[in-house]
């Protein structure tokens, strides 16, 4: 890296990004980070950023990418604040149609549908009979008749929010990322679980991980309030 001062910042230093910077390995800042205007910060596939630091402000551009086996991580501590007028955005590999879709939750929030399919218009898996209708779509456990859903570009779906800790079913063309953009969560995210019968999946419920990172599954399900009504594959 090239700092300012010719030396490795302090503790305590604020760490400014004035140029597009890539992270390529586990990376723990403690102190007050800056993106700079008009530059990117970029993590790469298996590579993260946790922050611990009071506030990380980005003003320009962060971007986490992932692989068919590996994805970024940035990892903001509950108590820090993220503030900033940048955005953040995250390219989510999806498996293709042909190898058997994804069953994915988006990492960003406050996504619609419409700006997601439009974003990714050229790699979103669309019906050969209709190119409006995307491999989109969350699953319903609808009493009458459970199923995944498709997304129709072009209709009231447009504007359905892509929800933090939901679960969609979603291709690619041919094993793609998917750009998703939004914010990022730090703070715990509830999802309902609902329960519509005991036939036909109708008390499947399809959830996901609402954050830019890994979780720690076991630690999920201790602290799940419905854990012993949960029936496990």
């Given amino acids: 890296a090239t700092w300012m001062s010719g030396s490795v910042p302090a503790s305590g230093d604020v760490i400014v990004i004035n140029h597009n910077v890539s992270i390529n390995s586990y990376v723990e800042q403690t102190s007050d980070f800056l993106v700079s205007a008009s530059n990117v910060l ?53 498996n293709s149609n042909t190898n058997g879709n994804d069953l994915i939750s988006p990492p960003l929030s ?9 974003r990714n218009n050229a790699n979103l898996f669309s019906d050969s009979g209709n190119a409006n209708i995307k491999l989109f779509g969350p699953f319903t456990t609808s009493a009458t008749a459970p199923e995944y859903i ?57 959830v996901g991980n609402p954050f830019s990172s890994y979780v720690n599954l076991p630690l999920v399900l201790e602290n799940s309030t419905t854990l012993d009504s949960l029936d496990p594959l």
């Fill in 42 to 94: 970029s993590i790469s596939p298996g590579h993260s950023l946790k922050f611990t630091g009071s506030t990380f402000t980005n003003n320009g551009g962060v971007l986490m990418t992932s692989s068919s086996s590996t994805f970024s991580s940035f990892i903001p501590s509950t108590s820090s604040t993220l503030d900033g007028t940048g955005g953040y955005e995250y390219f989510r590999y999806t």
């Fill in 110 to 118: 406050n996504d619609t549908f419409g700006a997601f399919a439009t």
């Fill in 150 to 206: 498709e997304y129709v570009v072009g209709t009231d779906d447009d504007s359905e929010s892509l929800i933090s800790g939901k679960g969609y079913r979603g291709a690619s063309v041919s094993g793609n990322n998917l750009a998703y953009q939004g914010s990022v969560l730090k703070d715990d995210v509830s999802a309902s679980i609902i329960n519509n019968g005991e036939t036909d999946f109708k008390s499947w419920n399809l």
